[in-house]
């Protein structure tokens, strides 16, 4: 799986087994999953929008679209193993004036959108079970923020694995491998994700968090600037990528699998510096959909 933002879209490429909630969704093979930004004034048809955007991009029509007012800097990344989540959203509360509530709709309309990968197989029931262990989390994550509401009216989930893995993974309710993931990274990260559409933490670029257990386990927010390890590789390295969106690149080249403390196999990059290098990450920044070969010869070509 590749992700990317690209002109206030979100774009996950892949070969994917996929479920939607979203526009035109159900279950499909397909090698495209996206959010994009729309105004707010938006009043387009949506599968049309989609597939003109698809089109723009080169995209095949394999492809899940989601739909959202929030802008993709206020993106929440968040990886857990071998799962990884992605979301954005956005909450209009009603007014509320003497007690008596105000059925009026607020000018801007929000949505919490979630897209859930698992690099592990799952088969279908297993993807459908995983949109309702994700949706079960945003409405707990809300009531905990003291909403009165589960959800807002236009929220959409996706769940993909990738199309060639084992099915793993037969369940994913709550107590499950897959499940307690998912239900752990939403829980966390739709707090996180409306506290910077509403101001309150504020970033330039989407966050991304990573489930640690390094010293108790927990959630750590991953930030270049102050980081104590710089330079962890080379005086000059750049740090926009300290979590590569090519994870795990199975290329033995860069990387290999190690046993993790925790159990099962992880793969390790510790000592990869592709995307450090300085050219390599300023290519990756201007095209974010290059394959990991064409990173390789721009390396040996410096």
């Known amino acids: 799986m590749r992700y990317f933002v690209r002109n206030n879209t979100l774009f996950l490429r892949g070969r994917f087994r996929a479920a939607s909630t979203g526009i035109n969704g159900g279950i499909a093979d397909v090698t495209t999953i996206l959010n994009s930004t729309v105004p707010h004034d938006f009043d387009d048809d949506p599968q049309r929008y989609l597939d003109l955007l698809a089109a723009r991009h080169g995209l095949s029509r394999e492809y899940f679209g989601l739909l959202t007012a929030v802008e993709m800097h206020h993106l929440c990344v968040l990886q857990y193993d071998f799962i990884t989540v992605f979301i954005t959203a956005g909450v209009t509360n009603p007014t509320v004036t003497a007690g008596v509530t105000n059925p009026t709709p607020p000018p801007a309309p929000h949505t919490i959108n979630i897209i859930v990968y698992s690099r592990e197989g799952m088969p279908d029931a297993a993807l459908l079970e995983t949109i309702v262990t994700a949706t079960g989390a945003k409405a707990q994550a809300l009531h905990d923020l003291g909403y009165d509401f589960p959800g807002t009216t236009t929220d959409a989930v996706a769940v993909a694995c990738e199309r060639d893995a084992s099915c793993a993974h037969t369940y994913a309710g709550t107590l499950t491998e897959i499940g307690r993931r998912v239900h752990a990274a939403v829980l966390y990260g739709v707090p996180e994700a409306l506290a910077r559409q509403l101001g309150k933490v504020r ?100």
């Open 203 to 302: 970033r330039s670029d989407p966050s991304f968090f990573i489930y640690s257990r390094y010293g108790g386990e927990h959630w750590v927010e991953w930030q270049k600037e102050g980081c104590p390890y710089y330079p962890c590789h080379f005086p000059g390295q750049r740090c926009d990528y300290c979590y590569c969106p090519y994870y795990p690149c199975n290329d033995e080249e860069l990387g290999e699998w190690v046993e993790s403390s925790s159990g099962g196999r992880v793969w390790s990059c510790t000592k990869c510096t592709l995307l450090h290098v300085p050219e390599v990450a300023d290519y990756v920044k201007r095209n974010p959909e290059a394959a990991l070969a064409e990173l390789k010869r721009l390396r040996d070509r410096l």
